[in-house]
């Protein structure tokens, strides 16, 4: 069966540090995946997707950026945090039309 | 391009009442739907999914959603709510034969008082 890992859980950054954060996809080949943020009180905001390893498209300009160097590895990077930053994030994956996506755990990430 | 509205953003309910979350949607073309449950500082869960064929879908922990073509709706229901059910829920829509990018409503919180 088909898991999706998301880490770390929980994450407490200074302004102006960096920040990776990592999402595997197990069981499963050539994954469409997807970053989103959840900032409080607001609905999903769809920051990266990709449909193939290096591609990857922006939904929303920001200090964020995403990378896949894997088939099932998607990653989500700053150079730099701004306060703005803090959200939960979750990544999500599907394997074709019609089945919907599956999330991953979410990270709380807190810029302070 | 596609686009869904959740009429309510909070919906509180007492124990063992009916309830109903509304969805409407709009895309040019033919669609598919999706209902997700987020528990706290959790990710989401799919409840239930609109194909095709029978307009009446029924989900995990006794929701059910019915697609009303003509009035772009896909409304959740569930007639007797726990406070298990306590949760923010997503309407989600994607285009048949397209990409498959889900375009997500702003989500409805819902409270089961006791």
């Known amino acids: 069966s088909q898991t999706i890992h998301q880490w770390p859980a929980t994450l407490v950054q200074p302004v102006g540090s960096p920040l990776s954060l990592e999402c595997t996809v197990e069981g499963t080949s050539n994954p469409n995946l997807y970053w989103y943020r959840q900032a409080a009180g607001r609905g999903l905001q769809l920051l990266f997707y990709?449909?193939?390893?290096?591609?990857i498209s922006s939904e929303v300009p920001q200090n964020l950026s995403a990378s896949r160097p894997q088939d099932r590895q998607f990653i989500l990077s700053s150079k730099k945090l701004l306060l703005s930053d803090s959200g939960f994030y979750l990544c999500a994956w599907t394997g074709g039309a019609g089945r919907g996506y599956t999330f991953g755990s979410g990270t709380r990430l807190t810029v302070v | 391009a596609q686009s869904v509205t959740q009429l309510d953003s909070q919906v509180p309910v007492f124990e063992e009442a009916p309830v109903e979350l509304r969805c409407n949607y709009s895309s040019s073309v033919s669609v598919y739907l999706f209902w997700y449950v987020q528990y706290p500082n959790q990710g989401l869960q799919l409840l239930l999914k609109y194909l095709s064929g029978s307009t009446l879908v029924k989900g995990i922990n006794g929701f059910e959603a019915e697609f009303n073509k003509s009035q772009t709706s896909f409304h959740l229901r569930k007639p007797s709510v726990h406070i298990s059910d306590t949760a923010e829920y997503f309407c989600?829509?994607?285009?048949?034969?397209?990409?498959?990018?889900?375009?997500f409503g702003k989500g409805t919180k819902l409270t089961v008082n006791p």
């Open positions: 989600a829509v994607s285009e048949q034969g397209g990409s498959e990018k889900l375009v």
């Open positions: 990709s449909v193939g390893i290096g591609q």
